[in-house]
């Protein structure tokens, strides 16, 4: 595991309660994680997402990931948790717009200590979000704790790879991210058997690279205005943003990060 000192959920919440927030949107979609909805349906694929199940998202920002999961899954309930309240009033007005309101639900909280009951649903989700959150020790026994025996946890995450970052790649890659730490397949692994689960699928997708060009090839070639209006205009940053895009693109291209996929059963 890398860790960064000093990154904490203000940075997190910081970012997605302003313009950077809704930068990462305009490039990724509303669905922002990589590989959009082809990522979210091989997960559910793998994980056996049921029909009339129910689920809890930590970490579900705007909520695209449980209106995909009701809307192609046919699953009765999903609660998002966001410790963000512009995202989850987002969401919330996005589902409510879409007419889903009553198999979505919504919580501002904490992903680590939702208040949900003990074995209350049949899978824990999550995309490409994981990695802000610094405990990752209690998150996944938060997860494994409100997951009924059987259930699965099913999430994508972005990972350390297997070349390694050195120490001044890594605080420049955590910082400019803000993650507080990431993890890498092991590690995870680690982390759901220690909480009595049964990993299934632990596995590099292999989308980064491909989908980091995709990304700033969009900025580049057709979205540079639209980028610039949501940081203000303001050439300087957005250049050093770039900078920081193209950086992370070399460390996917060098194997350095890359997006995990992983599902487990709970005993």
Same mark, same amino acid.
């Given at each position: 595991?890398? &860790? ?21 949107? /305009? ?10 909805? &082809? ?6 694929? @793998?994980?056996?997402?049921?029909? +009339? ?17 009701? @809307? ?19 969401? @919330? @007005?996005? &589902? ?6 009553? $198999? ?7 992903? &680590? ?12 989700? %999550? ?20 997951? $009924?025996?059987? +259930? ?31 993890? #890498? ?10 909480? %009595?689960? $049964? ?6 997708? %292999? ?5 980091? #060009?995709?990304? /700033? ?14 940081? +203000? ?8 943003? %770039? ?25």
């Amino acid at each position: 595991m890398q &860790t960064l000192a000093g990154i904490s959920l203000a940075d997190v919440q910081a970012v997605y309660d302003g313009p950077e927030g809704d930068l990462w949107e /305009l490039v990724m979609g509303e669905q922002i994680h990589i590989g959009g909805l &082809t990522s979210s349906m091989d997960l559910a694929e @793998r994980a056996g997402v049921a029909e +009339g199940s129910s689920g809890v998202d930590p970490c579900c920002c705007n909520g695209a990931g449980m209106r995909f999961l009701v @809307r192609f899954r046919s699953v009765a309930h999903v609660t998002g948790v966001d410790a963000t309240e512009r995202v989850v009033e987002r969401g @919330r @007005r996005r &589902t409510d717009e879409e007419g889903l309101s009553d $198999r979505v639900e919504f919580v501002v909280g904490d992903a &680590t200590d939702t208040g949900m009951p003990d074995a209350s649903v049949d899978f824990v989700w %999550g995309e490409d979000a994981w990695c802000y959150v610094e405990d990752k020790r209690r998150l996944i026994a938060e997860a494994a704790r409100l997951t $009924r025996s059987g +259930g699965k946890i099913a999430f994508t995450d972005w990972l350390v790879g297997p070349e390694p970052m050195d120490d001044g790649e890594a605080e420049r890659y955590l910082r400019f991210m803000k993650f507080p730490n990431v993890c #890498d397949l092991d590690d995870y692994c680690d982390l759901l058997q220690e909480c %009595g689960c $049964r990993v299934e699928t632990a596995e590099d997708t %292999g989308r980064f690279p491909s989908h980091v #060009d995709l990304y /700033l090839q969009m900025l580049n070639m057709q979205l540079t205005y639209d980028a610039l209006k949501l940081i +203000g205009l303001a050439m300087e940053l957005m250049q050093t943003l %770039g900078g920081e895009m193209d950086f992370v693109r070399q460390l996917a291209h060098e194997g350095k990060i890359c997006q995990g996929r992983f599902v487990a059963a709970r005993a």
